[in-house]
């Protein structure tokens, strides 16, 4: 049991939802957090919205999925985020998140973030073709120099049909669980 739990207070977890194959399976990664006794709420990009089943997360996570800025004056949400996770992270977020670019609540939050000291995962899901790029390769670095935590998938084959069996979800939860604030 964490010490967030001895507290009585579950750890909240962001899952950021970007537009990548895998994001249908993002259910999948919510039980994980679940199982391990932790609060998630999902941040989908507007683009990761259409890759969603919005009813069964909402299901799922018991809070509205989000991906616009609320209106001044309207109630948050979403409670804090203690960790963040962007899974699937696309090449389009990554490179964005990279260059400080805040065009979407998604990108609002994750840029925020570092700032605001908050443990972040993200688990890119790109094929070999958009890795080659060079800006993706800058991007990486940056994120890690800012202390961004990434996944081990290693890109699919381009028109390949993708590698979403290999996609470990469950490594998200792996990585940030040591990294968990915790509460005194
Ligand atoms: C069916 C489909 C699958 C896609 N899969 C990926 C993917 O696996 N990785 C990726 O980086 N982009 C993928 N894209 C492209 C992104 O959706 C596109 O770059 C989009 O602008 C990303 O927006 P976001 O980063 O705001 O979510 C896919 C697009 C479509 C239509």
Redesign the pocket.
Known sequence: MTESNVQGKKPFLYVV??????AGDVGKLITHAQERNWDVGVI?????LG?LDAEAIESQTGYPIRYAWRTPGETRPLPPADVIAVA???????N?WAAGISD?L??GILCEAYGMGIPTVAL????AA?AAHPAYQRSLEQLREMGVLVGSYEPHRPKAG?GADRFRWAEAIDILEPRLPQRT
């Open positions: 939802v970007c537009a990548a194959g895998v989908a990009t507007p683009q990761g890759f699937p992270a696309t090449f389009n977020t990554i964005k979407t998604a990108l890119p899901y790109v094929n958009q993708g």
